[in-house]
């Protein structure tokens, strides 16, 4: 893994050469614009040809930064020091080293211990973010909870609960009907290569993976493209004046077109580097996910008839859960129509 001081030297030496493009394409452009006599005429913002120039322009800046994507992943995964190649080897290991032939063991691990317990972590925030902290709430029954919204309560005579607001009723009593979930992902994508939120555990964040990149990757085209037309609008109302008039035109137009492309690139590159760390730390997460089944020492994997008395016993639950709440829409009804008298 890669420390704090390493990434702070990383991000600074990107800053460096950003700012050093930055220098060397102004320079360009000082340098053209002093040698072609220019004049700004906003009229030609207007013009089919000026339309077309556009269109040319973001074209060019789509085809570069997609090429370079494409040509810097695979050198960026070829450097031994970069992020994505200390991860894929340290995976290999962890794989070799933690998993072995455990596969078995490591999948019941997954849907019994890591699966719950970060259902549970989300829920827990859930109730954070609308001020609830004691996590007993969702033991209670929703009769009692009902009664929460209007008085605070003592419970077995040795608990107590504060009173509930509206939107924290709402949110236990969408916890407790199922609609706080994580699309959990598949426990063998913990043990494949291929394919990070502070705020998410691990199988929120593996639930985003795929997610996560392709908005990067759509946000940094989208972003640069606009910067590309914000630019080509300036440059497009530059029109030469004078004898060299032809002469200007074509060079400024080979001058934008070149400074388009090749910033379109510097910036393909960088992104494809960016993908490049995004994926090393959802391998990472995975290879933390293999620590972590090591180290549970309380896990015991059952056997098939033991998986079997589990999955019956978890559906008897649930058909009771589901009697549970129809029971108490059929008396929400009723006390709607009592009320209606």
Same mark, same amino acid.
């Given at each position: ?135 007993? @709430? #969702?033991? &209670? $029954?929703?009769?009692? !909870?009902?009664?929460?919204? +209007? ?7 040795? *608990? ?29 994508? @913990? #043990?494949? &290569? $291929?394919?990070?939120? !502070?705020?998410?555990?691990? +199988? ?7 997610? *996560? ?37 074509? !060079? ?90």
């Amino acid at each position: 893994m890669i420390n704090t001081s390493e990434k702070m030297k990383r991000f600074l030496n990107r800053k460096i050469l950003l700012g050093l493009l930055a220098l060397f394409l102004g320079v360009c452009i000082i340098f053209v614009c002093s040698i072609v006599p220019l004049a700004i005429d906003p009229s030609r913002w207007g013009t089919t040809g000026f339309i077309s120039d556009e269109i040319i322009l973001v074209a060019l800046t789509i085809m570069g930064e997609v090429c370079m994507i494409m040509i810097a992943q695979p050198y960026n995964a070829g450097d031994a020091n970069s992020k994505i190649a200390k991860e894929r080897a340290l995976f290999s290991s962890s794989l070799t080293n933690n998993i072995k032939d455990r596969f078995a063991e490591f999948e019941q691990w997954c849907h019994q211990v890591l699966e719950p317990n970060n259902l549970i972590d989300k829920e827990h925030k859930l109730l954070n973010s609308v001020g609830i902290t004691n996590y007993g @709430y #969702l033991e &209670l $029954d929703r009769n009692v !909870l009902k009664e929460l919204c +209007s008085h605070a309560i003592e419970y077995d005579k040795s *608990k107590h609960f504060r009173q509930l607001n509206k939107k924290q009723y709402k949110t236990i009593i969408a916890i407790l009907d199922g609609k706080c979930k994580i699309d959990f992902v598949c426990p063998l994508t @913990y #043990l494949k &290569l $291929d394919k990070i939120d !502070l705020d998410k555990n691990t +199988s929120e964040k593996m639930a985003n993976q795929q997610k *996560k990149k392709t908005l990067m990757l759509i946000w940094s085209v989208m972003t640069k493209s606009f910067v590309v037309v914000a630019t080509g609008l300036i440059f497009g109302a530059l029109m030469p004046t004078g004898a060299t008039q032809t002469t200007g035109e074509t !060079l400024m137009k080979l001058f934008v077109r070149l400074f388009d492309f090749a910033s379109a690139g510097f910036v393909g590159f960088f992104v494809g580097c960016q993908i490049n760390d995004m994926d090393a730390e959802y391998i990472n997460e995975k290879i933390i996910t293999h620590i972590k089944f090591i180290n549970d020492k309380t896990f015991k994997p059952l056997n098939e008839e033991e998986l079997a008395h589990k999955e019956w016993k978890e559906y008897q639950i649930k058909e009771v859960k589901k009697g549970n709440a129809e029971l108490m829409n059929n008396l929400d009804k009723i006390e709607m129509k009592g009320d209606t008298k």
